[in-house]
């Protein structure tokens, strides 16, 4: 193909931010961010989630499904759960046609590992746990377990209670100590997955702070999860 090719025209913009477009036979996003415009693949590099619908922040798209950031320059991933950047794609304009080229200097850059979290998202509002007030009746293992329940693993789209991933869950001085792991050691999730466990135990009334410790041994397998987890996932 030649070196630039016409995808759209900017009075398809109207008075949005963004076209979706097909160029070298792959979905592409054209986001408008003032005068300026920027072409990613529309592909999250996390989960193949589309960019489409991605708010946009400080010259980076963010994904609508697990909060991943992306440069729009650059295609670098800026937070987790990202660790591999997206296509981008060079831009620009005649006149009023938009055309789009492969971009050739942004792969050669060195690419940054995204270190940092992004915002952890918010859990869903529940109704808090009655404050405890019999000292005979404290928070038990069983309220701490269904908070637990709260937390779904954005990957496999299951809570990590089924999933096999508390290893150990008790409450000292109204604190709440727990031993999980992840499915992978490297699962990008894990940050996510880390901070909403913290959440939904402090949401507890009785509970002043969790701890979250992270294990890796013993090593999680499949054979952990519950048999509901396993009929959703197909594992029989």
């Known amino acids: 193909m030649s070196s630039f090719e ?15 477009v097909v160029f070298d036979d792959r979905a592409v996003v054209v986001f408008r961010i003032g005068t300026d415009l920027y072409a990613v693949e529309d592909v999250c590099s996390h989960d193949g989630q589309p960019l489409t619908d991605g708010p946009l922040s400080n010259g980076s798209v963010e994904c609508p499904r697990h909060g991943a950031r992306f440069d729009l320059k650059t295609g670098h991933p800026l937070c987790m759960p990202a660790v591999e950047p997206i296509n981008v794609y060079r831009v620009k304009l005649e006149g009023d046609n938009v055309l789009l080229g492969v971009s050739m200097s942004d792969s050669m850059l060195p690419l940054p590992v995204a270190t940092d979290s992004c915002p952890v998202p918010p859990l869903p509002e529940v109704a808090a746990t009655p404050a405890v007030t ?9 309220q701490l377990l269904d908070a637990l329940r709260q937390v779904i693993d954005p990957e496999l ?41 913290k959440q939904a135990l402090e949401r507890i009334a009785g509970v002043k702070a969790a701890e979250i410790k992270l294990v890796l041994s013993p090593p999680w397998t499949p054979e952990r999860m519950t048999d509901e987890a396993r009929d959703q ?4």
Not at 233 to 236: A, D, R, T, V
């Open 157 to 197: 789209m299951i809570n990590i209670v089924d999933l096999g991933l508390v290893y150990a869950v008790a409450l000292e001085d109204a604190t709440v100590k727990v031993e999980m792991t992840l499915t992978s050691p490297a699962c990008p999730a894990g940050p996510q997955i880390v901070g909403q466990s």
């Open 134 to 142: 019999d000292p005979a009746k404290p928070v038990d293992e069983g």
């Open 6 to 20: 016409q995808v759209a025209t900017l009075a398809d913009f109207g008075t949005g931010d963004r076209i979706a």
């Open 233 to 236: 996932l197909g594992i029989f």
